[in-house]
C-alpha cells in the first residue's frame, strides 16, 4: 500500500481528501497513525485542514522538529495543549476564534513561535496567561486591542505581531511599549501623536509599515525612539518630517523612499543613528554626495553606476575622520571611525571607468567590487598599486592576474 493510501486509510471518518495541485492528503482527523506518517514523510500529508487530533497524536508531533499548521483546529483541549507545549518548532492555530485563559496557559510553556491568526478577541487574563510565554506571537486576525490587554501582554520574551490592528489607542500604545522585543503593528494606517510618543518609548524594532503617509504630529512623536524603527510604507517624506526624526538614536529604516531630493538628503544626513534607505543610481548627484556624510555609513551597495565625484567621497570618508580628529574632535572622530566598516564594498558596480578607479584605490581600507564584469589594464594597473585588499567576483574578463597581484 503505498503512503498516500495509507494517509486515506487512517482518517477515522474517511473523508480525507487530496489537496489541489499537489498529491498530498488533507485528513479530517489527525489519529496516531497519521501522525507518524506526517513526522516521516510531510511532503505527502496535508495536516492544515484536520478538525480534531487525538491526544497520543499530539505527543507524537510534539516530539517532531517540523512546524504543525494546525489550522482547522477550531477548538483545543487542555490536555492537546498540554501535550502540543512540548513542541519546539512553530504551531499555527489559525482555526481558534477564543483561547481560554487555562489553555492559554499551558501553550505559554511552549518554547517558540506561535501563530494565533484567528483569535477575534484576546481578554487582558489570557495575554496575562500568554506573557510568559518565550517566542513569538502572532496574531493577525485582531481587529483591535485594549490598554489592559497590551500591558498584560508585553511581558512576552519574543516578538509580538499584531498586524491586522488597524488603529491604536493611546493607553494601548503605552501598554506595548514596555514590551522587549519586536513589535509588529504593520495594520496600522493611521496614528495619533500621542499614541506615537507613546510607542517611542519602546526601544526595540518597531514596525509601522502601514503608514503611508507620516504627519508632523507622528514623526515628532516617533523621534525620541532609540530602536530599529521601520517605516517602509512611506513613500515620501516632508523637509518638516525628516527634521523632526533627527533626534532618533536608534536604526531608521526607510525602505520605501524612492525619491530623496537633495533638501531632505542634507537633513537625513544629519541623522545621528543608522539609517537605511534605498541608495540607487537614480538618486541626484547631489544627494547622494551630502548621504555620503552620513553617520554612521550608509550602505552604497546597490549603486550601478557612480561618477567621479561620489567615488571620491565614498574613499574620503575615513580621511576626512582623521582630519577632524586633527583638528581637535578627536572623541567625535574616533566614534565615527569606529561606526564606518572600514571596508568599501560596492559590488553593485558592473562598469567602472579609469578615473574613478583611481578615486576608489584611495580608500584606505579593504575595497569589494564583486559586481564588475570587466576592467581594462590601466584600471587594474591603479589597483594593484594599493596595499589594501580588492576583491573581485568571478565575472571579470580581460583580467591579467599579474596585474592585481596585491588585490584579494
Known sequence: MTANRKARSNSPDGKTSRSEGTKKYMPAFVDLKIAKRYVKFPESIDISRAKGISENAARILADCSLPLPLDGLEFLSEAIARALSRHRAPISFGGLEKLPEKTARILSRHDGKILFNGLKELSATTAQALSTHHGTLAFRGLPRLSGDTARAISGNHGALLFNGIRSLSEAAAKGLSRHRGLLQLNGIQRLSGPAARALSHH??????????????????????????????????????????????????????????????????????????????????????????????????????????????????????????????????????????????????????????????????????????????????????????????????????????????
Not at 529604516?253 to 525619491?259: A, D, E
Not at 564606518?340 to 553593485?348: A, I, Q, V
Not at 596595499?387 to 592585481?404: H, I, M, Q
Open 203 to 408: 526601544f526595540w524594532a518597531l514596525h509601522l509599515n502601514g503608514l503611508r503617509e507620516l504627519p508632523i504630529e507622528v514623526a515628532t512623536g516617533l523621534a525620541s525612539h532609540r530602536g530599529r524603527l521601520c517605516l517602509a510604507g512611506v513613500t515620501h517624506l516632508t523637509a518638516r518630517c525628516a527634521r523632526a526624526l533627527r533626534p532618533q538614536r536608534g536604526t531608521l529604516q526607510f525602505p520605501g523612499l524612492k525619491r530623496i531630493p537633495f533638501c531632505i538628503a542634507t537633513i537625513l544626513a544629519e541623522h545621528r543613528g543608522h539609517l537605511e534607505i534605498e541608495i540607487h543610481s537614480g538618486l541626484p548627484e547631489k544627494s547622494l554626495l551630502a548621504l555620503i556624510l552620513h553617520r554612521p555609513a550608509i550602505c552604497f551597495d546597490n549603486l550601478a553606476t557612480i561618477t567621479p565625484a561620489i567615488a571620491k567621497a565614498l574613499a574620503s570618508r575615513r580621511l576626512n575622520h582623521l582630519c577632524e580628529g586633527l583638528e581637535g574632535n578627536l572623541e567625535e572622530a574616533s566614534q565615527a571611525i569606529a561606526d564606518d566598516d572600514p571596508r568599501l564594498c560596492l559590488d553593485g558596480l558592473t562598469h567602472l571607468s579609469a578615473e574613478c578607479a583611481r578615486e576608489l584605490a584611495k580608500h584606505p581600507g579593504p575595497l569589494s567590487l564583486k559586481g564588475l564584469i570587466e576592467i581594462d589594464a590601466n584600471t587594474a594597473q591603479v589597483f594593484s598599486e594599493r596595499k589594501d585588499p580588492v576583491s573581485f567576483g568571478n565575472a571579470v574578463r580581460n583580467l591579467d592576474a599579474r596585474d592585481l597581484s596585491s588585490g584579494g
